[in-house]
């Protein structure tokens, strides 16, 4: 038998194990309590089984578990966030952390180890910014087995995070803009295309909308909710923070034209029922093409609606709050993209700063003259 600081495993051969956790005893006889599991699958499926039963009996993990058992039976389950944060993470530590350092004990997990998983991850040409979710995501485990005090100090402190060198996205500009406007229109996702170039929508809040969440006499929308989709599930969700909760106005023209499309149920359906977002995903993408129109991602749509507010002279702050973004630091940061035009505009600007138009006026005119 495998003994353990606390909890044991018995080999039963053919790849079974027994798992046994003590769990104290019991206050009215007196006698001590033990739970048990049998499992299949060797023993990588007995150690996370192990790591369940240690939740469950709510006695702590020690830290000569592996960090697959700890990840699957401990910290995991422990979290209290949205579902599609944890799904995320899930992705995350299966793909990125776990076949690489899945098998070290948490006691084993040192700086030099971390810095040969991310050299490796770089080996496997993953992007930067896969590699940086993937070291945040195995801070935050790491970060709670030292809140838990199963160590020390958590060792991706002393590893630097991989850095991300960010790229303006790929907008259209406000020509192809209205060239995708006219191409959708009569299409299944008008509407859906409509409300997300008009308000900066994300694809989740978009694919929840229903025609009662427009106000045509007030000509807003009220994003209250957001549809998700991954592995086969769709679930609905509340916005992740109390600023993406926003009324947004809709502008003349697309309240006009939505106005004249209204009518029950999801702005977006097929025979009555909603279209799952990766429906809408592929639908967009396939009808972009066979219009021949320059291909922009749908999320995208969101970041064109920005870069045309801002380029339009509309205050960052109120972008911002359009867009449900829970700082003004994070609108700044990913969507501001100024064109050439504003580019030029700001050094005439600065030209007039240093030598007032008049000036140059009558200089010109004097080396005319002249």
Request: aromatic share 6%.
């Amino acid at each position: 038998m495998t003994r353990r600081s606390v909890g044991s495993l018995l080999p039963l051969g053919n790849g079974r194990f027994r798992v046994r956790v003590g769990s104290g005893c019991d206050p009215a006889t007196g006698e001590r309590r033990v739970l048990t599991r049998t499992v299949s699958g060797g023993r990588l499926a007995a150690e996370q089984a192990l790591a369940a039963l240690l939740v469950e009996a709510q006695l702590p993990p020690t830290a000569t578990m592996t960090l697959r058992s700890y990840v699957d039976g401990v910290w995991i389950p422990s979290l209290r966030l949205r579902e599609r944060t944890i799904d995320g993470y899930k992705c995350k530590m299966k793909q990125q952390v776990l076949p690489y350092l899945g098998d070290l004990a948490l006691s084993e997990i040192d700086p030099f180890s971390l810095d040969s998983w991310l050299a490796r991850l770089s080996d496997l040409k993953l992007s930067a910014c896969t590699r940086q979710h993937a070291y945040r995501v195995l801070h935050a485990a790491l970060g709670r087995a030292v809140r838990w005090r199963l160590l020390p100090a958590n060792p991706l402190d002393a590893v630097d995070a991989p850095k991300i060198e960010r790229t303006p996205p790929d907008v259209l500009t406000a020509l192809e803009a209205r060239a995708y406007i006219a191409a959708f229109r009569g299409h299944l996702l008008e509407a859906h295309v409509l409300v997300t170039l008009d308000c900066g929508l994300r694809r989740s809040e978009a694919a929840a909308l229903k025609w009662s969440d427009i106000d045509f006499n007030a000509g807003t929308v009220d994003i209250t909710k957001g549809v998700h989709e991954a592995h086969g599930r769709v679930w609905t969700e509340p916005p992740k923070t109390s600023k993406s909760r926003r009324v947004i106005d809709l502008s003349p023209p697309i309240r006009a034209r939505l106005k004249e499309l209204r009518g029950i149920g999801p702005l977006t359906s097929e025979n009555g029922a909603a279209v799952r977002p990766n429906r809408i995903s592929e639908l967009y993408s396939r009808h972009v093409t066979a219009s021949g129109l320059r291909k922009v991602a749908l999320k995208n749509l969101r970041h064109t609606n920005a870069t045309r507010l801002l380029e339009a002279g509309v205050p960052l702050w109120v972008v911002s709050q359009r867009l449900g973004h829970s700082s003004q630091a994070t609108t700044d940061a990913f969507y501001l993209a100024p064109g050439r035009e504003r580019m030029a505009e700001a050094a005439q600007i600065l030209g007039d700063v240093w030598e007032p138009r008049k000036v140059r006026r009558r200089r010109s005119k004097a080396a005319l003259r002249s």
